[in-house]
């Protein structure tokens, strides 16, 4: 189905730009509704059923499965011509600043790698600067959004719990799938971080605890739709649940995560309706003299020359950066400064997430009875941020939160797996190495911070006008600066994991830094990356309104992480996936309307 | 509005041989015997694929797009069959035999070790130059002790010139980089005997089986821990 042109369709009604998680909910709504779409990948076609290495051991790959520059996360990981290098595809910093960009070049692209981490931005997420005065706010509420919430989660497979805390909403009821049982780990953390006052619940993320219902839920997402209901019942019932084994980062065969490529593609694909086409590197968004978009032009990868198609209607979802970057090399007399750029907005406020984090040797899991703790793979229990009236009070020196995600105990062994035994053995080598490797086997855990950055100024991306990439496309520059909001949280998450590792009788390794700043991950290395084309509800102050639609050019919509006005703590992609869904049935509304 | 076209019937019926074998491939390669503790599930039974999958492309065989399921390391390796003897003795002086696993080098780790300072990455040049100088001082050293290369020496003589090397904060100042080379050597020795079926198992490493349920930890373990 998926070829090197289109051809199965002469016309479409949309062409979207990416297949990854925003790119893919497009495609899929979009064909459901039966309308005919044009998907455009910068990367090469990728089949996770074929090619996830399930099961595969570290001795199995080069220099054990560890991260190279060409695979950052591991041989092992699912991500294809991508890290924060592409080969031929340059980005360059402004001076002073060392952003890291991640992009993966492969159709589904970074959801066939990325954490499956599902939080919900809550009630103060969509109103943080009617909450603070920081910030900016949504031009929409929880309320508008949670049913997208929803849908989204019982269309994706998410397990969680049913905690329902300040600003962390619970799902509506039968939505979720069980959590799994919490490891050893995770409930010690638990018992030990309740003196704190740290809660540690249920997490949710996007990996299928039992297997969909594919009887009753494509009637409930689609109702009256029985192209929807059909293919979608289709996709259900190839997808299995979790083995409980094999890292989710490698992707997924059985298809108990969510991808793109596993869940949104396919069923896109069964309709008919769909025509993607791969390594083609969309540069430019092309335009008519009434100020309507009318197509793209794009790279075709394989012969380097320039491809233009049409349609009513373009969807960016090119990730925030790339999508940012088109508009802004889509000039013309109509948007000298890039398309749908009037307000002169686009490539600013980029966020990303503030991370930062520490780890610790705790004596209670020395020699603990063996047993299996792979789990699915991520985390059964986070800590959702717990301080919201402290930081409100102004007690905090901080003004937004984080959440804690935990990891360790007995992991499948990698390399470096006893790379700092030397400290807690004083030099063992020999049989007493062996002894002292069982003694510590397990025993390690390590708490990562995830907070919200807010926008800034001083952090977006341009054009930079002197530098182009190998498909001459000229590149991004950033510019990037952490404010004290940041910084000081970093700060608070190293000092609280070091009492929580303390509290739980251990040894926290290395120092606890005091200076937000040595922690505090640079900007992009969390992969977070949201912001550049913001939603608003004014066309001087946002790029795009609160359906994703651009103020300038009404057929043109964005459904990536690039519309964020917010960087909650909220890992970004449940809500890229909820937010384009909400966009779609906006799309749709306007073509009925006849407005578009 | 919907015009549903269905792929070819050829590429659906191969792709839907492909995904099976993929899926039956997952499960029957790589994997080490299971403990008996552990419950091994079996595959779930997935109705074979129908949908319209992308069409086969596959990784392309670069750097950046390496082909997971057949993978090599392909660069020529670069210690000699002399140093790797030396290599081999050091290698098994941090990780001998005992009652519960084998030798470090009885389970391959010097050709990992080779295989890692072979790289062509900016590191392994730096780690190749140390582990080769390091194995010369090691000679050295032996033979200003002892009057023999390291590979000669008795088990008690290796073991002294060890002692010395084997805490880095404590080394003195004249065997300061005969004791870097020694942790060097002990954190490759030791990823690569512990990733082996072998170290593993001498870890008790229970996991990467298929299970049909995550269990809660078992009682000991909650009681180990003060859980239960």
């Known amino acids: 189905m998926v070829q090197a042109s289109p051809k199965s369709q002469t016309k479409y009604d949309v062409i979207v730009v990416g297949s990854g998680a925003g790119g893919g909910m497009a495609a899929y709504q979009l064909a459901v509704a039966g309308l005919k779409v044009l998907v455009l990948e910068a990367g090469r076609s990728y089949d996770p059923v074929r090619e996830t290495p399930m099961f595969k051991l570290p001795r199995q790959a080069p220099l054990l499965g560890a991260g190279t520059k060409h695979k950052p996360f591991g041989f092992y990981d699912a991500t294809v011509d991508g890290g924060w290098e592409v080969p031929g595809e340059p980005y360059t910093n402004a001076p002073g600043t060392d952003f890291k960009w991640w992009r993966s070049r492969m159709l589904g692209g970074r959801t066939n790698h990325w954490g499956r981490i599902s939080l919900r931005m809550g009630e103060y997420d969509f109103r943080p600067k009617s909450r603070d005065g920081l910030g900016a706010d949504w031009p929409m509420t929880y309320d508008d959004l949670a049913p997208y919430y929803d849908r989204t989660e019982m269309l994706i497979g998410v397990y969680g719990g049913d905690d329902n805390l300040e600003n962390t909403p619970a799902s509506s009821p039968g939505v979720l799938m069980p959590p799994p049982a919490p490891r050893a780990t995770e409930l010690l953390t638990k018992k030990h971080a309740a003196p704190l006052g740290i809660p540690v619940i249920p997490a949710h993320l996007a990996i299928m605890t039992t297997r969909q219902d594919a009887n009753t839920l494509p009637a409930r997402l689609h109702p009256n739709n029985p192209l929807a209901q059909r293919v979608l019942a289709q996709s259900m019932r190839q997808r299995a649940a979790c083995l409980w084994a094999t890292p989710c980062g490698w992707g997924c065969s059985v298809k108990a995560n969510f991808q793109s490529t596993t869940v949104l593609l396919p069923p896109a694909l069964l309709t008919g309706n769909v025509d993607i086409v791969p390594d083609a590197m969309v540069r430019e968004v092309t335009m008519d003299a009434s100020g309507k978009a009318t197509g793209v032009h794009y790279i075709d990868k394989t012969t380097r020359t320039d491809r233009q198609v049409t349609a009513r209607v373009v969807v960016l979802a090119a990730s925030a950066c790339e999508s940012a970057r088109i508009m802004l090399n889509s000039k013309s007399a109509l948007f000298p400064n890039g398309v749908a750029n009037s307000s002169g907005l686009v490539g600013k406020y980029l966020m990303d997430t503030v991370g930062a984090g520490i780890g610790g040797q705790i004596p209670a899991l020395e020699n603990l009875p063996p047993h299996n703790q792979d789990g699915a793979s991520g985390m059964h229990m986070y800590t959702p941020w717990w301080l919201y009236k402290e930081q409100l009070a102004g007690k905090l020196g901080f003004a937004r939160g984080y959440h804690i995600e935990m990891g360790g105990g007995r992991t499948m062994p990698g390399p470096g797996i006893f790379g700092g035994l030397e400290e807690f053995t004083q030099g063992a080598y020999g049989k007493r190495f062996k002894e002292e490797a069982r003694r510590y086997y397990g025993s390690f855990i390590r708490f990562d911070g995830r907070g919200e950055m807010i926008p800034n100024e001083d952090s977006y991306c341009e054009i930079d006008p002197n530098v182009v990439d190998q498909w001459g496309i000229p590149v991004l520059r950033f510019h990037w600066k952490w404010s004290e909001h940041e910084t000081k949280q970093a700060a608070h998450m190293v000092k609280t994991f070091a009492d929580m590792i303390t509290s739980m009788g251990g040894k926290v390794s290395g120092t606890v830094e005091t200076d937000g700043a040595k922690v505090i991950a640079n900007g992009g290395q969390i992969i977070h990356e949201v912001g550049t084309c913001r939603m608003g509800t004014d066309s001087r102050t946002s790029v795009l309104n609160q359906y994703g639609q651009s103020w300038d050019v009404k057929n043109l919509f964005v459904t990536d992480g690039s519309v964020f006005v917010s960087n909650a703590d909220k890992n970004p992609t449940l809500s890229i996936l909820a937010l384009a869904w909400r966009t779609c049935d906006h799309i749709l509304g306007e073509m009925q309307r006849g407005n578009i | ?228």
């Open chain 2, 1 to 228: 509005m919907s015009d549903e076209q269905t792929p070819p019937m050829d590429r659906r019926e191969a792709l839907k041989v492909l995904a099976i074998a993929a899926a039956s491939a997952t499960i029957a390669d790589g994997l080490t015997p299971a403990p008996a503790s552990a419950q091994r599930a079996a595959l779930p039974t997935l109705p074979a694929a129908s949908a319209p999958i992308p069409p086969k492309s596959g990784p392309r065989g670069t750097v950046t797009d390496p082909d997971l399921l057949n993978a090599k390391a392909t660069w020529p390796r670069l210690l000699s069959a002399a140093e790797l003897v030396t290599l081999s003795a050091l290698c098994d002086m941090i990780i001998p035999a005992d009652e519960k696993s084998p030798g470090a080098s009885a389970v391959g780790v010097p050709a990992y070790i080779n295989e890692y300072v072979s790289a062509p990455y900016d590191w392994a040049e730096r780690a190749l130059v140390r582990v080769r100088g390091g194995l010369v001082w090691l000679d050295v050293e032996s033979g200003r002790r002892f009057g023999k290369p390291f590979t000669g020496l008795s088990l008690a003589q290796r073991t002294t010139i060890c002692d010395d090397l084997c805490y880095l904060p404590k080394a003195k100042p004249e065997h300061q980089v005969g004791a870097q080379f020694f942790d060097q050597i002990r954190d490759l020795t030791s990823s690569g005997f512990y990733t082996s079926d072998a170290g593993m198992k001498d870890l008790q490493y229970v996991g990467n089986v298929p299970l049909a349920k995550f269990n809660a930890p078992p009682p000991e373990v909650l009681k180990h821990l003060g859980l239960a």
